[in-house]
């Protein structure tokens, strides 16, 4: 089937093979994919809203044996820098979130051997009791993977107990490319694609919110990120078929390359990374291919605020979050970096620019409050709440001050 045919197919909603979908991807015109993947959001989803969650990232450990060569967050078990929060440490960013009106907090961190699941489990039981009202959306496939392994259990035993304790979803972190020659060469010691896909089948079994990401810019070909793709749209039709819990979201991104990490130093450097209309291009194809996902964010945090606007005419009609606090992609030189977190009503600015209303949502897309109204810096400001923290321990001697992190 030709590229015109293709686009009529996609642009009557009509599910594409994946050779028609890498035909599509490949030779259709990338503005006239936009315009299509534009169309379909404004079907699938309340047409003059863009959704946006008020979260923040808490990164409770940098420790990591992993050693992807992407990543410039991990540090070396008994490297000087390396740290790991405390109750109170959370606890105090977990209120400062409330402050803002905040729903969700999502944690993860780093491949760290000398944490067992009791440390996971009692860090969650704290966060639920303390905080019953916060969506404890935490860690990553790798990060169960890593666990199990500790722990001598299966992904299942792991995910079912860290339930149990209190996690409410599995984020969708360390997919990458789902391809695992991409992932041999980048990232030789993390989640091969089947563990990956199976954590999050668990995840989604048991309930979980669950969201699905790609990370293009690896030297990753067209038919292995057609691949990828398919592989989540694969899931998504068996979960939703099974217990209807499938992916909640997807969200991609470009690879953040410096001098800080490995693939940024290295001499094959020129062939790494995408520019930003590789990314709206990519958006574009992503809603069309992945038909059964209902939502689609975009990434300021790595491409920037003009990049996210421009992807809200591109599939997407979610802006993301707050990202009150962000400690990864920031030390790859990303956006963060020079504005590492966005305030509600400069996140609104952003909606509103782009044309839309903005509307506070919560993990499952669930509407907490629609703006139909202008709102002023002050109505959108935190406020004053009392702390929930006393009594609770002060951080060890050897854990690294809030200031630093």
């Given at each position: 089937m030709n590229p015109t045919d293709l686009?009529?197919?996609a642009a009557d909603g009509i599910r594409l093979t994946p050779a028609e979908g890498l035909e599509l991807y490949q030779h259709a015109d990338p503005n006239r994919l936009m315009e299509i993947a534009h169309d379909l959001r404004l079907r699938k989803t309340e047409p003059g809203v863009v959704t946006y969650l008020v979260d923040r990232?808490?990164?409770?450990?940098?420790?990591?044996?992993?050693?992807c060569q992407f990543c410039s967050f991990y540090r070396v078990p008994g490297h000087p820098e390396v740290y790991v929060q405390s109750k109170r440490q959370i606890g105090e960013r977990v209120?400062?979130?409330?402050?803002?009106?905040?729903?969700?907090?999502?944690?993860?961190?780093?491949h760290n051997p000398d944490l067992r699941i009791e440390w996971y489990e009692d860090m969650l039981r704290f966060l639920k009791s303390t905080y019953?009202?916060?969506?404890?959306?935490c860690f990553s496939p790798s990060e169960i993977e890593n666990i199990a392994g500790l722990e001598g259990l299966s992904m299942e035993q792991v995910l079912a107990r860290l339930n149990r304790a209190g996690l409410d979803g599995l984020p969708g972190g360390g997919a990458e490319i789902l391809d695992d020659a991409v992932r041999a060469r980048i990232a030789p010691k993390k989640t091969k694609t089947a563990a990956w896909l199976h954590a999050m089948r668990i995840a989604q079994r048991l309930g979980m919110v669950t969201s699905a990401t790609m990370v293009i810019g690896f030297d990753e070909t067209w038919e292995q990120r057609v691949a990828s793709l398919t592989r989540l749209r694969e899931l998504q039709d068996e979960s939703l078929a099974a217990h209807g819990n499938g992916f909640t979201a997807f969200i991609m991104?470009?690879?953040q390359l410096s001098h800080t990490n490995s693939l940024g130093r290295s001499r094959h450097r020129a062939n790494y990374g995408a520019d930003y209309d590789e990314y709206l291009h990519t958006n574009a194809f992503a809603r069309i291919y992945l038909d059964n996902f209902t939502n689609f964010q975009a990434s300021w945090p790595t491409q920037g605020l003009d990049t996210a606007r421009r992807a809200l005419f591109a599939g997407a009609n979610d802006f993301g979050s707050t990202m009150l606090e962000e400690n990864v992609v920031s030390q790859a030189s990303a956006f963060t970096e020079q504005e590492p977190r966005m305030s509600v009503h400069r996140l609104h600015e952003q909606i509103r620019q782009a044309g839309f209303t903005p509307a506070q949502r919560d993990s499952r897309y669930n509407t907490v409050r629609r703006f139909d109204r202008v709102m002023t810096a002050a109505e959108l400001a935190p406020v004053s709440i009392p702390t929930r923290l006393n009594g609770v321990e002060e951080p060890a001697a050897n854990f690294l001050p809030m200031a630093s992190l």
């Open positions: 686009l009529q197919k990232n808490i990164n409770y450990t940098n420790a990591c044996t992993t050693d209120e400062e979130l409330l402050a803002w009106g905040g729903t969700r907090i999502l944690m993860q961190g780093g019953p009202e916060i969506e404890l959306d991104w470009t690879a």
